[in-house]
Protein backbone atom coordinates (compact mmCIF):
# COMPACT_ATOMS: atom_id res chain seq x y z
CA UNK A 1 0.00 0.00 0.00
CA UNK A 2 1.39 3.56 -0.86
CA UNK A 3 1.72 6.44 1.69
CA UNK A 4 -0.84 8.16 -0.72
CA UNK A 5 -3.56 5.20 -0.03
CA UNK A 6 -3.16 4.91 3.86
CA UNK A 7 -3.52 8.26 3.72
CA UNK A 8 -6.71 8.99 1.87
CA UNK A 9 -7.95 5.97 4.08
CA UNK A 10 -6.71 7.41 7.62
CA UNK A 11 -8.34 10.58 6.44
CA UNK A 12 -11.96 8.91 5.23
CA UNK A 13 -11.97 6.86 9.16
CA UNK A 14 -11.24 10.28 10.95
CA UNK A 15 -13.66 11.98 8.61
CA UNK A 16 -16.49 9.38 9.82
CA UNK A 17 -15.52 9.77 13.56
CA UNK A 18 -15.96 13.12 12.88
CA UNK A 19 -19.06 12.66 11.41
CA UNK A 20 -20.06 10.76 14.00
CA UNK A 21 -19.20 13.19 16.60
CA UNK A 22 -21.64 15.89 15.12
CA UNK A 23 -24.19 13.24 15.29
CA UNK A 24 -24.32 13.20 18.53
CA UNK A 25 -24.17 16.33 19.32
CA UNK A 26 -26.99 17.05 17.40
CA UNK A 27 -28.84 14.17 18.27
CA UNK A 28 -28.06 13.63 21.89
CA UNK A 29 -26.76 10.51 21.53
CA UNK A 30 -25.79 9.33 24.95
CA UNK A 31 -22.13 7.26 25.61
CA UNK A 32 -21.39 5.01 27.77
CA UNK A 33 -17.69 3.65 28.63
CA UNK A 34 -18.06 0.83 30.91
CA UNK A 35 -20.96 2.71 33.19
CA UNK A 36 -19.35 6.00 33.08
CA UNK A 37 -21.48 8.34 30.59
CA UNK A 38 -19.34 10.50 28.50
CA UNK A 39 -20.07 14.16 28.49
CA UNK A 40 -21.14 16.11 25.62
CA UNK A 41 -18.48 18.21 25.68
CA UNK A 42 -15.64 15.85 24.73
CA UNK A 43 -17.36 14.85 21.53
CA UNK A 44 -17.13 18.60 20.92
CA UNK A 45 -12.94 18.00 21.51
CA UNK A 46 -13.60 15.05 19.53
CA UNK A 47 -14.84 16.87 16.86
CA UNK A 48 -12.42 18.99 16.11
CA UNK A 49 -9.50 16.95 16.46
CA UNK A 50 -10.71 14.14 14.54
CA UNK A 51 -12.27 16.96 11.80
CA UNK A 52 -8.64 18.28 11.72
CA UNK A 53 -6.78 14.99 10.98
CA UNK A 54 -9.03 14.50 8.47
CA UNK A 55 -8.94 17.69 6.75
CA UNK A 56 -5.04 17.52 7.38
CA UNK A 57 -5.00 14.33 5.68
CA UNK A 58 -7.00 14.81 2.79
CA UNK A 59 -4.88 18.00 1.93
CA UNK A 60 -1.50 16.18 2.41
CA UNK A 61 -2.91 12.94 0.08
CA UNK A 62 -4.32 15.38 -2.76
CA UNK A 63 -0.47 17.67 -2.69
CA UNK A 64 1.32 17.53 -5.93
Do not use: C, E, N
Request: aromatic residues 16%; charged residues 5%; glycine residues 14%.
Amino acid sequence: MSQKTFTIIASVIFGVVALFHVLRIFLGWPAVIGGWTVPMWLSWIGLVVAGGLSYFGIKLATRG
